[in-house]
């Protein structure tokens, strides 16, 4: 059996998304937690649990970007089961539905950003 040792590589602008995504995740994430804005928007009427669910899919979007980092593709399918999660609990609280359409286009951006190519390969070949 032949074994080939072909180290993968991916664009520089995809590994900049990705880690961008796990910022912000975490940022989004540790709001949602957060104390204060729970209790304020408990104030303004928006479910705890509704509030509680968008934090726990921030920690799993987070997951999602590392193993698109570890060049798993199961990652990418697990932000658009996010982006239905997400669309479904904005619709819930009451969030514009233009607003709720706008972040279901995350996850074709996503694959548009893992399309790039180094090397003439894109990320989104590389991926298993």
Known sequence: ???????????????????VMIIFNLVAAYMYFGQ???QGSLNRGVSFYALIGLGILGIWNVICAVLLLRWIKWGFWGFVISAVCVF?????????????IAGLFGAPFLYGILTI???????????E
Do not use: F, P, Q
């Open 1 to 19: 059996m032949e074994s080939t040792n072909i180290k993968k590589e991916r664009h520089g602008a995809v590994t900049a998304w990705l880690v």
């Open 36 to 38: 204060d804005l729970v």
């Open 117 to 127: 190519r180094k090397n003439n390969i894109s990320a989104w070949e590389n991926l």
């Open 88 to 100: 479904s609990i904005n619709i819930y609280i009451g969030v514009v539905l233009i607003k709720c």
